[in-house]
């Protein structure tokens, strides 16, 4: 079975400061992906990021950032500068490679962006 | 605009009823999921189908059932509806395996 933590529940910051979004898996497997999403006030959910658990390597697109390490089986999103508009609830998720692909969500983190 | 299209957006019925929630799926996938999102339950896997069929169960209940038919869009039938069956209903697709799933805007479902 997989287990997704977000211990942050919620985060408040001042726009333009850096905010990191923590996420801890559990898996069995020895092989998966690990998965951003995003969700706006308005309740949709977007697609941020996927990366496999080979991959280590840091990713970086635009003020988005993320580091796997997988030693420590962390799978954390930095937004830098951030804006208004990042404001929303951030959700960590997990499939394990294989045939089920179900994604197992982490409880996700309230981001509170505030000028 | 992710491509997939959920409808209805609100839902409002009583205890005891029956609805269906539809999903339409992204050109060219063939996966279809749907998941449960409540306060107390976080999001919820529920079924995953595969070009028309079951792959997948997860928390299901069986008051609930779901087909995908051959055009590949998607139903979800909830039936004997309880108060706590009041959510937001997501359906996800993608082309299969662990490629991304792109979430519709979900059907939010109350019952009074």
């Known amino acids: 079975a997989q287990k997704v933590t977000q211990a942050q529940t919620e985060i408040s910051v001042v726009e333009k400061e850096d905010v990191t979004l923590d996420c801890v898996y559990e898996?069995?497997?020895?092989?998966?992906?690990l998965f951003w999403y995003k969700q706006p006030p308005s309740g949709e959910l977007v697609f941020l990021i996927r990366r496999n658990s080979f991959d280590e390597q840091n990713e970086i697109s635009g003020r988005y950032s993320w580091n796997f390490q997988k030693s420590t089986s962390s799978f954390n999103f930095t937004i830098t500068a951030s804006q208004v508009v990042d404001s929303a609830v951030y959700f960590c998720a997990l499939i394990p490679t294989g045939t089920a692909s179900k994604l197992t969500f982490g409880t996700g983190t309230r981001l509170q962006v505030t000028l | 605009d992710s491509g997939v299209t959920q409808t209805p957006k609100h839902l409002i019925t009583a205890t005891g009823q029956r609805v269906t929630l539809r999903c339409s799926p992204r050109s060219g996938d063939l996966s279809v999921y749907w998941y449960q999102q409540s306060l107390d339950q976080g999001l919820q896997f529920l079924i995953q189908?595969?070009?028309?069929?079951?792959?997948a169960k997860g928390n299901i209940l069986e008051r609930f059932s779901a087909q995908q038919f051959p055009d590949l869009h998607s139903e979800l039938n909830l039936s004997s509806l309880e108060l706590g069956d009041s959510a937001l209903y997501f359906c996800?697709?993608?082309?299969?395996?662990?490629?991304?799933?792109?979430f519709g805007d979900g059907t939010r479902l109350s019952i009074l």
């Open positions: 996800a697709s993608s082309p299969g395996g662990s490629r991304p799933q792109h």
């Open positions: 898996t069995r497997d020895t092989t998966y992906y």
């Open positions: 189908y595969y070009n028309g069929e079951e792959r």
